[in-house]
C-alpha cells in the first residue's frame, strides 16, 4: 500500500483537534522500581469483560515495564492535576517524590487523587507502528466525587464546562 507523505509537525496538529482526557499511568518494574507516566491515549473498549486501552510511544523509558501480564493503575486526573500531569511526562527519575502513594493489585502505586482509578493487568499487546497498544483487564476501580475532568486538546490542557 502506498503511504502518502504526511508532514509530521501538521499531522499532529491535525490528531490533536481531538480533546482528551489526561491519566498518569503507574507500574512497578522488576527491580522494585516505581514507574509513572502520563498519557491521554486512554480509551474504553468493552464493558463485559471490562477492557481498556492505551497506547505507549516504543521510545519511553517506562515501556519494558508494560507487557503483558504486567499490572498496572490508570488515575483519570481532575483539572486541578496539570502540574501533576506535567511532572509524570518528564523522564525524571523520581516522579513519585512528595506523594503519599499506596500500593495495590500487584503491588502497583497507587496516587492519592484523581478522578477515577482502574486497576488493569495487561491482557494483549499488539504492535502499533511507533506505538504498542496495551489492552488491559479491569480488576478494581474507584471514582472520586470531583467530576470536573483535566483536558487535553491542540497541545494544550483545557477545562470542560457541562451545558
Ligand atoms: C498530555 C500528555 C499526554 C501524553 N500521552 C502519551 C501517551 O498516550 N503515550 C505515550 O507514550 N506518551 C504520552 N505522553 C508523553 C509521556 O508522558 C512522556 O514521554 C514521558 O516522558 C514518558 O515517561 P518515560 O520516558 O519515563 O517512560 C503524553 C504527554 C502529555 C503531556
Not at 2 to 23: C, I, M, S, W
Not at 87 to 97: H, Q, Y
Request: aromatic share 10%.
Amino acid at each position: 500500500m502506498t503511504q502518502p507523505e504526511f508532514e509530521p509537525r501538521d499531522f499532529r496538529n491535525a490528531l490533536g483537534k481531538f480533546p482528551t482526557g489526561v491519566t498518569i499511568i503507574t507500574t512497578k518494574n522488576e527491580s522494585g522500581e516505581l514507574i509513572g507516566m502520563t498519557a491521554s491515549s486512554f480509551n474504553t473498549v468493552s464493558l463485559n469483560p471490562p477492557l481498556i486501552l492505551w497506547s505507549i510511544d516504543k521510545g519511553a523509558r517506562s515501556l519494558p515495564s508494560f507487557g503483558e501480564g504486567h499490572h498496572f493503575a490508570v488515575h483519570v486526573l481532575s483539572e486541578h492535576q496539570q502540574d501533576l500531569s506535567n511532572t509524570f511526562a518528564t523522564k525524571s527519575e523520581d516522579k513519585f517524590a512528595g506523594l503519599d502513594v499506596t500500593f495495590g493489585i500487584g503491588e502497583v502505586p497507587l496516587l492519592p487523587e484523581f478522578n477515577a482509578r482502574f486497576q488493569c493487568v495487561c491482557q494483549h499487546e499488539y504492535d502499533g507502528g511507533d506505538h504498542v497498544i496495551l489492552v488491559g483487564r479491569v480488576l478494581d476501580y474507584e471514582t472520586a466525587d470531583c467530576n470536573k475532568p483535566l483536558v487535553f486538546h491542540s497541545g494544550s490542557y483545557a477545562k470542560v464546562s457541562h451545558e
